[in-house]
């Protein structure tokens, strides 16, 4: 239960952080567009159509499961949970310029996450079950960018897109016992988030925060495995902080 009121905590205010970070964005943009500011690196960078660069991450990442019918049928599992588990990493950023304040972004990355799914048992072997699924994703996010007008060689952006995700590691997994919940390899997830775009005299420094919600159903369903049969389904969801180098 605890696990629960943590993971909602994080997700309330996580909330709140994108809609203060929002609110700061709307009065940047007033500000900045009253007064120009000393954008001397921003104007050396702005005449390039597009750029290139890395980007370094760490994330959380965690299931959001959906019990299924068999939950209410079963004598042994009481409660689900899922467990964040920690993870970085490690992509290219390609950064098309789509007029003054909109851009196009791909950034191909590999992801180390980790997720845990804890089953609270009951009877004489009470005690708490975890399912751990360690990934290797290789991703692909497809983003559109809206950028505040710049001042004193920064600005405020907010991303919004999609990404398709790999798991390279599905097949190792599927190789060991069947005790274990399998997870597809494939997934789509809505992504959303916000940042700062710094300019230095050979390159920019962003870092960034967002949120990435899968949208499909990852549980492999399986009929003899008691901690399968309990879930309906289960999404992904993941929560990333990046660094991004770009010039």
Known sequence: MHTTNTRNLFYLHGGKVVFLFLAF??????TAQRSGGNNYNYFDFQQKPYYFGITLGYNTSSFKPFRSSGFLESDSIRSIESVRGPGFNLGIVTNL??????????????????????????????NFSQR???????????????????YNDF??????????????????????????????PNDFSLEY?????????????????KVSHGLG??????NNLEESTVLEKLLSRTFTISLHFEG
């Open 25 to 30: 964005f709307l009065c940047h943009s007033a």
């Open 97 to 126: 310029k789509m007029g003054e304040d909109f851009d196009f972004r791909f950034l191909p990355t590999l992801s180390f996450a980790e997720r845990n799914i804890q089953y609270n048992k009951v009877g004489r072997l009470a």
């Open 132 to 150: 751990k699924v360690e990934s290797v994703l290789v991703e692909m996010p497809f983003q559109i960018r809206y950028k505040s007008k710049p």
């Open 155 to 184: 600005r405020l952006f907010v991303i919004a897109g999609v990404k398709y995700s790999f798991d390279v590691a599905s097949d190792s997994r599927s190789r060991q016992a069947e005790s274990l919940v399998k997870i597809a």
């Open 193 to 209: 988030g916000a940042g700062i775009q710094f300019f230095f005299p050979f390159f920019i420094f962003s870092p960034e925060f």
């Open 217 to 222: 159903n990852t549980l492999i369903y399986n």
